[in-house]
DNA sequence: TCGTCGTCATCAATCGATTGCAATATACCC
DNA sequence: GGGTATATTGCAATCGATTGATGACGACGA
């Protein structure tokens, strides 16, 4: 293992002081020799000389670090997005703390302060979607020495910028879709308990059942958590139904639902119609591809930098900016149109 | 956005020395009266203080930081590694910065420097299985001024910590195991041209044949990268041959040629015989369940923090260690038993 | 010879915390 | 009351880098 080597060694070697190699090796306007600026140069990257950013953060009073926390890098979407912001922060020379909590609003305060403490110059937070006691994290959100930008979800009722899809929205389209393509029962499977895009996913559902009058009906509104088993478990219920179509809200949600489909031996679209909701992973799997609404991760990513950016710069307003992203309907096949036979 | 409270303030309001401060905080035996030590505790925390690890970290010369550098933040595997790092970092006090490189060694290198001069106490490196131009890296981290462990995969040749599942074995005990159930045409897919491991699984995938005497012939041997697209493309040449049975040698490779099998009808086991690397992810999706030779991350990570914990303490000898973990198969249900019917 | 200007480079304070050593205050003993 | 032991607390250097304020030196003009 080599030694580091820091400024006032090289300043040592080329006999001048650490003042003049920091002026020099930061390109600051100063009056420097030509000659010395290449001696300096020269020994520093002889010596293989990286300067110290903890020093360096301490007296800047930035580190050129931004955290991010996400419940669980695990799941193809957050790895997505982390990946995404990961290479984002980079571009502009920010290196990204990427954590992942499991979920808990302790957790995530934990990590939260975890972060601070090490000196990032601000935090993406992907937090506060599940109900649980978050009194605690949001008294320290909305204390924080540094910017946050919420991505994804938010705490509701917490004034902070926001970046995320339009989930009413993605809620709203795959059903509409499923009503334009003669849908009638329209069943779906929603996490509404325990999460707040859960809700909205399903208010959108029923919007757009209400706006062409069809009725809503509680028998095809069936609850499950963001996990296969869970869907697994909630779809015979389901199936059940004299649905046609059913709109399954996440990604795992539809995984569990075709499980228990294929078990069953109903062909999709012939037995029943789906839409997914962020299904990429399982499309190469699927014959025939899933319909679904879809969030891009990097586009979210790209509009969380930017608040953050500005927000670093010092510029963007004394209230928080909210923006909010449109999901996309990918038509696939796994639609019948029913209207075909009328 | 609130400020940040230092050590001198709280110092300042409680009418005593910084050090005084430093010193109850930190819980260090030092002879402060218990009734100051309460006061200070107390200020503290209305304070809502929290020390600064940036200046911590200069004078202590450690940042209880580590980073993690994989190539593909997106790929299953190596989030659930990184998920399974971070949580047994967080366990001993560490935070960990996880990187994502895209899997150039130029890129690598870059984010090795980053976490270096951020003051990263070690680093995990899941770096160096492709065939690319390596030296810059391999200089750099035999160069490094902290402990480095190389996961996963290694830089050939380069005296460092290694974890590592053994991937020979691994294409081995696939193989052995489709020719145990009676199997004697056995194709392999693999990425050999451009993957140390894929290597070594195609030579665990020869060991075998060899072993009980069976010929190999190049005409079973077919290249994949590890993309699904790369895998579909192969498959069709593989399909063609006469073998019963497929070891896939990656995750990807697999789903690809699934999807081949599917479109061409084909059927598992009955059609072909399928023994999968690390398939876990599509478990949920087919039925049958795909037999597969299976990598614990958890595990990897867990004895990826072990060698890191022992370089950290000093501990660990001069030489580098180097753990192999064997893989493990696990019987689903897409190999047919040909023996029965003899 | 003195003053001034330009050029090149250095001094010293600073960021926020840690820590060995020095210093002060109080108690205790003879 | 002088001296020593003990309990408390403060000083100041340190980590490595940044930066505004200054200093040294030579040349040049008057």
Redesign the pocket.
Known sequence: MAN??????I?QEV??????V??V??N?P????????KLIKEVAARNH????Q???S????ESRTLGLIVPNIESRFFASLAGSLEKRCREDGYALFITSSGGSADDDLELLRQLVTRGVDGVFLVVGDEFSDDRALREEVSHLPIPAVMVDRAIEGLECDKVMFDHEMGGYMATRYLIEQGHRRIACLVNARRSNTGRKRLAGYERALREVGLPIDARLEFESEYYIPSAYEASEAVLATDATAVFASSDNIALGLLKRLHEMGKSIPGDISVVSYDNSAADVLFEPALTAIEQDPGILAEHAFGCMSKRLAGRGGRRAEEVVLEPELIVKGSVLNLTKHN
């Open positions: 580091k080597v820091t400024l006032k060694q300043a006999g001048l002081s650490p003042s003049s920091s002026l090796l930061n600051r100063c009056r420097i020799s030509e000659e010395n600026r000389y990286v300067p110290n903890i020093a360096r301490l007296v800047m009073r």
